[in-house]
């Protein structure tokens, strides 16, 4: 596992790379939220009332920051997190 610290709007964030047998399991962690990739899913989130994303598509926590939001919770919704903006404009507004 690699645990990453990231800043962003002068917070920091915790980043996670999990190696798995068949993929990585990769989460951006904000104190309101989390943007993951598309090996968990938005009902789940929905389910817990959480402010998640899910950015499909990624190998690393950079390619997570870097592409685009693919789908988001009801929650992250409601703090105007869409998709089609990237996974550091969602997480951006979960810190």
């Known amino acids: 596992m690699i645990e990453r610290d ?3 709007n002068d917070k920091v964030i ?3 790379e999990i190696e798995l047998p068949n993929a990585k399991l990769i989460l951006l962690a ?3 939220g989390y943007v993951m990739c598309g090996y968990l899913n938005i009902e789940a989130s929905d389910k817990f009332n959480d402010c998640a994303a899910v950015v499909k598509g990624v190998r690393s926590i950079d390619e997570l920051l870097a592409k685009e939001v693919f789908s988001v919770s009801v929650a992250a919704g409601k ?3 869409k998709p089609g903006m990237t996974g550091l404009e ?3 507004l979960m810190i």
């Open 90 to 92: 969602a997480i951006s």
């Open 30 to 32: 904000a104190p309101k």
């Open 79 to 81: 703090k105007g997190i």
């Open 14 to 16: 915790k980043g996670y």
């Open 6 to 8: 990231i800043l962003i």
